[in-house]
């Protein structure tokens, strides 16, 4: 599919609206990101994304993205622990493989400043 000049609309300026977007801008295409919220502090967020190397990582890496993201990406933001009334560990998946995790009110942030700076 060819996108050099043409014109898209993205519904959506989370970070996978705005990773598309970026993407599409790479092969040329004019982008246009409609977002409901008037500004990037209108909504407040915070629960984490699990970005896997197969797919999420991927996209970041060929949107040239990573280095904004291993700025602001959080380790062990993925783990968790359960414990009892007395903090007696329960449960822990703090020995299970590494996944990178970002939380999203930091990425839409940084996303948002990239995209508007290279427009």
């Known amino acids: 599919m ?8 993205i519904v959506g300026g989370g970070p996978g609206g705005l990773t598309l977007a970026k993407l599409l801008q790479l092969k040329g295409a004019h982008v246009k990101v409609y977002e409901r919220d ?5 909504r407040v967020q915070g629960s984490p994304l699990d970005l896997h190397d197969n797919s999420g990582l991927a996209a970041l890496r060929k949107a040239n993205l990573m280095a904004e993201f291993k700025k602001n990406f ?4 993925d ?15 703090h020995e299970m493989k590494k996944m990178k995790t970002l939380v999203v ?4 942030r940084k996303w948002i400043e990239v995209y508007y700076a290279e427009s």
Request: net charge positive; hydrophobic share 40%; glycine share 6%.
């Open 74 to 77: 959080l380790v062990g933001a």
């Open 38 to 42: 008037t500004n990037r502090s209108a």
């Open 105 to 108: 009110s930091i990425l839409d």
């Open 2 to 9: 060819l996108l050099k000049d043409k014109h898209v609309g």
């Open 79 to 93: 783990k968790m622990s359960i414990v009892n009334e007395r903090a007696e560990i329960i449960y822990s998946n």
